[in-house]
């Protein structure tokens, strides 16, 4: 059975437009506390980039987005410079959520997690009702 375009699974290469330099290195998995999405189970692929000069760029990847011709990078991680090596592993031994860590030219292990969510804090609309307030 085919599925209607709108509904299709995106397949092959897709550009990314915003990123700033040349990609060394790509981690791509699923991360529940960075998809921001509530209205269905799926959890959109997370894209980390590894960037030849040392900062991770990333982005969701919706495989569903139909009509876009590219995805759009949500710029460089705050705070990370000189990281040699992104990777997706689990927060706990054999448990726990799935995260990825990025390694510093130190040796120096960062949970991306917390700074994605920060990113993404101040990348929306925010609605705010006053109660009871006289201005």
Same mark, same amino acid.
């Given at each position: ?16 437009? %915003? ?17 921001? &999405? ?15 000069? %040392? ?6 990847? &919706?495989?569903? +987005? ?6 759009? +990078?949500? $710029? ?7 990281? #040699?090596?992104?990777?997706?592993? +689990?927060?706990?031994? $054999?448990? $726990? ?9 130190? %040796? ?9 969510? +920060?990113?993404?804090?101040? &990348? ?7 109660? $009871?307030? #006289?201005?």
């Amino acid at each position: 059975m085919k599925l209607p375009r709108h509904l299709a699974v995106r397949e092959g290469e897709i550009a990314v437009n %915003g990123l700033r330099g040349k990609v060394k290195a790509v981690a791509i998995g699923k991360l529940p506390a960075v998809d921001w &999405n509530m209205f269905c189970e799926f959890v959109c692929p997370a894209v980390f980039l590894l960037m030849e000069d %040392g900062p991770v760029e990333w982005f969701l990847a &919706n495989p569903l +987005s139909y009509g876009w011709d590219a995805y759009d +990078s949500r $710029g460089a991680v705050p705070w990370l410079t000189e990281v #040699v090596s992104p990777a997706f592993e +689990s927060d706990g031994e $054999g448990f $726990g959520d799935m995260t990825v860590y990025a390694a510093d030219s130190r %040796g120096v292990r960062f949970d991306l997690r917390p700074l994605c969510n +920060s990113m993404m804090l101040f &990348n929306t609309l925010w609605i705010c009702g006053r109660r $009871g307030v #006289v201005l």
